[in-house]
């Protein structure tokens, strides 16, 4: 494919005046001009700040995380790999579009057409699967705008599209009675970007200047940066008041009820804290007074924005309002990659929701504007459960605990695959009633909710949602024990209304969970049915599946507790990703060792089974295997799929 880029000999001009002052050190201190009003950007006038009504009620919003990197149809962080030699993207642009010093990104955005894009029928699409806010990109990292831009040629409206994306989704979004907001990923492009200005280091074009390295393109490449300057954030004032100036434009121009950043406060100084007071003080004023805008960060607030957490969730109820950001597929198009189902949406859902949080979705869209047939079909049936259940998740608030299950938390980012079933129970609170979401149907029609086992108050009356008829149910001292109709209402879930008086939560002791071997007699250690040691440590997801991972730290380790049905001899395996070479670690159980040492996969979500060597377990019944350091010195982080023990002794099967 032949590339050209874009040109514009009035635009090109205007951007070398403005490299050159980008050149030279900021002379003056930073120009941050804030709106008369209440708010001062300091961290004392912020706690200041209450949520308003409007995002505690909607729960739900969905996002377009979309531009010109969803062009290749490659994945996420495109913009930035294709000048990293050696990546996935790197090699599929130098396949399709060429090499990158002299094809580089800015020769992608020309592609970007949005030539089926329907942003008023997309924005009915969405009301309709639920939600009840819409997120715009504004830029992303790659320092292009999707707004109609004074400061900054690189935009939508000068090149690809020729269109005001951020103007267009705005007025579907007041057109159909939702909330909009945009985001912002502009703060961390500075140092994200500063690999465009570097050169292969192997081949025949080693040495050769990457195209971000061209002082014609440096308004979007940005100019080079200090040694040392790589954080997310840049040190440097001549970036940060660039961001500003622009993200103030963005603010003042649309006015969005939700300012979404990627990332903590940024620059973690008086700059972002500016823009926060900017925002909440000019939307107050539009309001008489008291702000409806939101502004969410990825860093605890205390009640001064709303935290985000990025394909996370909470561990419990958080006392402030909060939101998770997270995507059915990729962040951008992928064509490698598989569409969440729509359980996981709902459960999601359901789950954030009963833990005081809101869902920020990513639907995501072909580089043309246009939706997967796939993703209409889910994002109808969605729209067919919030028919139903919407009662049980708008506004609702947290009850005294969030729910109940086998399934366990550490929070925070990057946990999200969790495996739920109808055993696992979330709690809303709405107009005196309590909401008790089962995130299944169980398949013998029977639900028991332990949290309301007597003495938990007096129930009066219990519905179920979507069903018309009466159900019978009883509260004992197991539970609340409710038999369902025989007619599921949805897979995916089974809510209950609960009227009553005093009703209080009983405790429900922890229950580890404890994994028996299958028919074949192999046991298999998963993720779901760990115990993680440690801070860091978590479950994630890499490659489409669950693993254990963010294990940084040689005194972390996982356990996990066994059944063994008999005594026998066992082979055991562990599925593992590594990038570092001579990484061991070990695997104890019934007073034997066995250690691995396992080869470099080079890629986190490339997994390879390891065989450990083989145990003898002498008697039936429960015993724990745990997985950690060989030791600390020699400590190299792993992301770990599985442990396997698969019977050894064929007289024993």
């Known amino acids: ?24 050190p900021a002379a003056d201190p930073l120009r ?11 961290m004392e006038s912020l706690t200041n700040y209450q949520c308003p009504d409007w995002f505690r009620d909607a729960k739900f919003g969905i996002w377009a995380h979309w531009g010109p990197q969803a062009v290749p149809m490659a994945g996420d962080w495109y913009a930035k790999h294709i000048y990293a030699q050696g990546n996935p993207q790197y090699r599929h642009h130098l ?58 040629r690189w935009n939508s409206v000068n090149m690809g599209p020729r269109r005001d994306v951020v103007g267009d989704w705005q007025q579907a979004a007041r057109k159909h009675g939702l909330r909009f907001g945009v985001s912002e990923h502009l703060g961390a492009s500075f140092t994200w970007f500063q690999v465009s200005h570097q050169t292969d280091k192997t081949g025949p074009l080693a040495g ?33 008041q660039q ?10 121009n649309y006015q969005p009820d939700l300012l979404y950043t990627d990332g903590g406060v940024p620059f973690g100084n008086e700059v972002g804290r500016s823009l926060i007071a900017h925002l909440y003080n000019q939307d107050a004023a539009r309001r008489g007074g008291r702000p409806e805008a939101v502004y969410t ?98 506004g609702t608030r947290p009850w005294l605990v969030y729910g109940e299950g086998a399934v366990r938390y550490k929070g925070g980012h990057f946990g999200e695959d969790f495996k739920y079933s109808a055993r696992d129970i979330r709690f809303t609170t709405r107009n005196g009633a309590l909401y008790a979401m ?12 332990r949290s309301l086992a007597e003495p938990a108050g007096r129930i009066a009356a219990v519905s179920l949602l979507g069903y018309d008829g009466a159900i019978e149910w009883k509260q004992t001292a197991e539970g609340l024990a409710v038999t369902l109709p025989s007619k599921q209402i949805s897979p995916h879930s089974a809510a209950l209304k609960i009227v009553g008086t005093n009703l209080k939560p009983v405790e429900i002791p ?134 396997s023990l698969k019977r050894a002794d064929s007289s024993l099967k």
């Open 1 to 24: 494919m032949k590339l050209t880029s874009p040109g514009n000999p009035a635009l090109a001009a205007a951007a070398a005046t403005i490299l050159l002052s980008l050149s030279a």
């Open 32 to 42: 941050l001009p804030v709106a008369a009003g209440a708010f001062a950007p300091t």
């Open 95 to 152: 396949e399709n579009y060429g090499h990158p010093s002299t094809n580089g990104y800015k020769d992608i955005i020309p592609l970007w057409k949005a030539e089926k894009w329907d942003p008023d029928r997309l924005m009915a699409l969405y009301k309709r699967a639920g939600a009840k806010y819409f997120v715009s990109m504004g830029s992303h990292h790659d320092n292009f705008y999707l707004w109609n831009s004074k400061l900054h």
């Open 208 to 240: 050769v200047p990457y195209d971000g390295a061209n002082p014609q393109y440096q308004d979007l490449y940005h100019f080079p940066a200090a040694p040392g300057d790589t954080a997310w954030y840049s040190k440097d004032p001549r970036w940060q």
């Open 243 to 252: 961001w500003y100036d622009r993200i103030k434009e963005l603010v003042d």
């Open 297 to 394: 960060c990825k860093q605890k607030s205390e009640g001064r924005w709303i935290e985000d957490l990025e394909r996370g969730v909470m561990a419990g109820v958080n006392p402030h309002p909060w939101q998770t950001d997270t995507s059915i597929g990729d962040w951008y198009y992928n064509k490698n990659w598989k569409f969440r189902p729509v359980s996981w949406t709902i459960h999601m859902l359901a789950d954030i929701v009963a833990k005081n949080g809101n869902l920020l979705l990513n639907v995501v869209q072909r580089p043309d504007g246009s939706l997967d047939p796939e993703v209409e079909s889910a994002l109808e049936e969605l729209a067919r459960w919030i028919a139903v259940h919407g009662e049980a998740i708008y």
């Open 438 to 449: 089962a995130l299944g149907w169980p398949e013998d029609g029977r639900l028991l909710v």
């Open 510 to 643: 922890v229950v580890v969970p404890v994994v028996k071997p299958d028919a074949s007699g192999r046991i298999k250690l998963g993720p779901d049915d760990a115990e993680l040691h440690g801070q860091q440590i978590k479950q994630e997801n890499q490659g489409g599946q669950p693993n254990i991972g963010f294990w940084d730290k040689a005194d972390e380790w996982v356990s996990w507790k066994i059944q063994f049905d008999k005594p026998g001899a066992f082979e055991v395996s562990a599925s593992v990703a590594v990038l570092a070479d001579n990484a061991a670690f070990a695997i104890e159980i019934a007073g034997q060792r066995l250690e691995g040492k396992p080869a470099r996969t080079g890629a986190w979500d490339r997994f390879q089974d390891n065989a450990l060597g083989r145990i003898e377990i002498k008697q039936a019944g429960e015993a724990v295997l745990s997985l950690r350091a060989k030791d600390a010195s020699s400590w190299k982080a792993i992301n770990l799929r599985s442990v």
